[in-house]
């Protein structure tokens, strides 16, 4: 049985709307949020049949304590948002929080610092038989020491809510033009394949592929594509585990822990155990889906443009490293997947203002679904006057 062949966009409105988004997923989506929330008339212009990039390949992991900064500002003010939404657009969204384990003394020492600062509200510690509760495998054969659970933290299936939040913002009047590739902007003017969309204002959110319509901007802010391995594997003897689980790979990765002074010695530990992990920039995490299933991963590869051919090591890293978390002998692979994307050394956050009246989004460290809904408004905010 073929599926259904997707339905036709509608024409293009002869009239102006109010913001023309480029891109479908996350980024793209919050804006529309945020200008849906103001009385705005809202097109989103999206080159698939749905959004297949960034946004639905993740962990659903909305992962706000451990940020810090702005980025932190911005996570908070999405995670509000995240709520509200899971309401009226009606997917799922999980309360229970971050669970991160330690295996070392020192990866204890990271979160006993990160509690001291943050407070028990963001961070509340707990000893090995505390995580056994969050986590069985840590009365196994795995290494675990103890933890600390993050409460505020949420957690969605991405394969769900996306689909779920652009029907939403469908029904409230947001057109949206799927099969639908943007060539060009200029002020006023979305050109696409399928005609001109005329708009006050526009924001271009395609993620890792902003070197498609603004190299100048990609090469200005040195924007490459990072690639992850990811998989999904079956959970040891049919576990449930509500919280999202991070590592002390973790602790290296996210800002308010690495900035412990504790990391370093993390660092050092994983450094004389596995170097190869870290030569692969192993974030070692997982969530688990609804139906039960592990989202495991993953790693981080960077380059302007990957070659097709993945390294079947990477995955085998993967692999012996969650085994070694759950404290059993071998994991079995259900599918695999390259996650992507927009990574870029100089900033975390991506705007830009190419022409008039037109703003070029990307959030660009691997945190779009954590913070996007958090960013849209500082966007709109300028953009809009």
């Not at 849906?36 to 390949?57: K, T």
Request: glycine residues 8%.
């Amino acid at each position: 049985m073929t599926a259904a062949p997707p339905p036709v966009p509608p024409a293009l409105p002869t009239q102006s709307v109010d913001l023309a988004v480029v891109g479908g997923g996350i980024v793209g989506l919050a804006h529309a949020v945020d200008a849906v929330e103001r009385g705005l008339r809202v097109a989103v212009v999206e080159r698939d049949a749905r959004a297949v990039g960034a946004s639905i390949r993740n962990f659903g992991h909305l992962c706000a304590t451990p940020q810090t900064g702005t980025v932190l500002d911005y996570a908070m003010a999405a995670r509000e948002k995240w709520l509200r939404l899971s309401e009226k657009a009606g997917f799922d969204i999980v309360r229970a929080g971050t669970l991160v384990v330690a295996r070392s003394a020192a990866e204890m020492g990271v979160l006993e610092e990160f509690a001291a600062e943050r407070g028990r509200e963001q961070v509340c510690l707990l000893d090995r038989a505390g995580v056994e509760k969050s986590f069985p495998a840590a009365h196994t054969g795995s290494d675990i020491v103890g933890g600390a659970h993050l409460p505020l933290d949420l957690r969605v299936d991405p394969r769900a809510a996306i689909p779920a939040l652009a029907k939403w913002l469908a029904a409230c009047g947001v057109d949206f033009y799927w099969n639908t590739h943007a060539g060009a902007l200029s002020p006023g003017i979305v050109h696409t394949a399928r005609g001109d969309l005329s708009a006050t204002a526009i924001v271009h959110a395609s993620g890792h592929d902003v070197d498609r319509l603004f190299p100048s901007l990609a090469e200005e802010y040195e924007v490459r594509r990072c690639k992850l391995h990811m998989l999904e594997v079956d959970p040891p003897a049919d576990v449930r585990i509500d919280p999202a689980v991070l590592t002390g790979y973790s602790m290296l990765r996210y800002g308010g822990l690495a900035a412990t002074a504790s990391s370093t010695e993390v660092r050092r530990e994983i450094t004389a155990r596995a170097p190869e992990t870290l030569d692969a920039v192993m974030n070692l995490m997982f969530t688990q889906r609804p139906d039960g299933a592990i989202v495991l991963g993953d790693t981080h590869h960077y380059s302007r443009t990957h070659l097709p051919f993945d390294e079947e090591s990477v995955t085998d890293l993967l692999l012996r490293e969650g085994a070694r978390l759950f404290g059993v002998d071998r994991l079995t692979v259900r599918r695999r997947w390259r996650g992507i994307y927009a990574d870029s050394p100089k900033t975390d956050f991506l705007v830009a203002t190419p022409a008039p009246g037109v703003r070029v989004v990307s959030v660009t460290s691997g945190i779009g679904m954590t913070t996007a809904l958090g960013l849209a408004p500082t966007v709109l905010d300028d953009l809009l006057g």
